[in-house]
């Protein structure tokens, strides 16, 4: 039944089917350590019980969310098949952890960064990718699955592909735009026949996620920055400087594509740091006098 269950997730990205694969297998090996031979035969305390032992095995509070939210969707799966008549994950909450601020680039940081002046032809394409990613605060999935037909240069408006195969236009700055008409007249050279990614490797096939992750990583070095900069880094600097200027949380959720704001309210964390940051630095009266 699980191989079953995962072909009908051809909506979902590849990433997530994989992930619930594996959550389903966790799922599987627990069943299998407690003598459950049928899914008709998990109830709520058990799969409570799975999910204390998933936590014990190191799992964090959003894995174990995702490890539930696979089991319901598996479990509505087979109540439709007719195989179960309950869904033993309904009203099961996983522990909470605490939630990690998402690491960004100060303004300064992020124009050094991007501002690539080395005129090779992989370095056209790179400062066009980075200029593009900070612009409009792409993933790294919407970024590679970019195409030529995706980008209106008229109306500097770009429309990408984000998860759940839901699509969304996002206006590109001149910056990028710029860099972007650069990097085509390289691309016209090396593309290979009929391939129509925006973004291509040295081969003249589309570029990868691991290829983009790697030259931002050299990138950060040559530019100065440190080595752990990582292209999720540049939208999330996108985000906390568009909500850092503008203060528009539900504008700032549209570009980033999130389906709840509750995703995009972390950054409002981001922007107070750095208000209480400049408040302690600034105010006459925020923190003691020196002693002398």
Same mark, same amino acid.
């Given at each position: 039944m699980l191989e079953s269950y995962i072909k009908t997730l051809h909506h979902l990205s590849e990433h997530t089917?994989?992930?619930?694969? %594996?959550?389903?297998?966790?799922? +599987?090996? =627990?069943?299998?350590? +407690?003598?459950?031979?049928k899914w008709i035969a998990l109830d709520g305390r058990q799969?409570?019980? =799975?999910?204390?032992?998933?936590? $014990? +095995? /190191?799992? /964090? /509070?959003?894995?174990?969310?995702?490890?539930?939210?696979?089991?319901?969707? =598996?479990?509505?799966?087979l109540i439709e098949e007719e195989k179960v008549k309950n869904n033993p994950a309904e009203g099961i909450i996983a522990p909470k952890t605490e939630r990690k601020l998402p690491k960004v680039l100060d303004a300064d940081q992020t124009v050094q960064l991007v501002e690539i002046n080395e005129q090779d032809d992989l370095?056209?394409?790179?400062?066009?990718?980075?200029?593009?990613?900070?612009?409009s605060g792409l993933r790294l999935a919407e970024l590679i699955s970019l195409n030529m037909g995706d980008i209106d240069f008229g109306d500097r408006i770009i429309t990408v592909t984000g998860k759940g195969k839901k699509m969304r236009s996002i206006p590109v700055g001149q910056h990028a735009i710029k860099a972007i008409d650069k990097w085509l007249k390289i691309r016209i050279k090396m593309v290979n026949e009929n391939e129509v990614a925006l973004f291509i490797?040295? %081969? &003249?096939?589309?570029?990868?996620?691991r290829s983009v992750q790697e030259r931002l990583k050299q990138w950060a070095i040559k530019q &100065?920055?440190?080595?752990?900069?990582?292209?999720?880094?540049? $939208?999330?600097?996108?985000?906390s400087h568009m909500l850092e200027s503008s203060g528009d949380l539900r504008a700032v959720q549209e570009l980033l594509g999130h389906a709840d704001?509750?995703?995009t309210q972390v950054y409002t964390h981001l922007d107070f740091q750095h208000l209480a940051q400049v408040y302690d630095k600034s105010h006459p009266r925020a923190h003691r006098k020196k002693s002398n």
């Open positions: 089917r994989s992930a619930y694969q %594996r959550d389903l297998n966790h799922l +599987q090996n =627990f069943c299998d350590k +407690q003598d459950i031979d799969v409570r019980g =799975f999910i204390a032992w998933r936590h $014990r +095995q /190191g799992a /964090g /509070g959003r894995s174990l969310q995702r490890n539930l939210s696979a089991i319901r969707s =598996f479990y509505r799966y370095a056209i394409r790179d400062r066009a990718i980075l200029e593009l990613i900070y612009s490797s040295n %081969r &003249g096939k589309r570029i990868s996620p &100065g920055l440190p080595s752990h900069v990582h292209p999720h880094m540049l $939208r999330h600097s996108f985000a704001i509750s995703t």
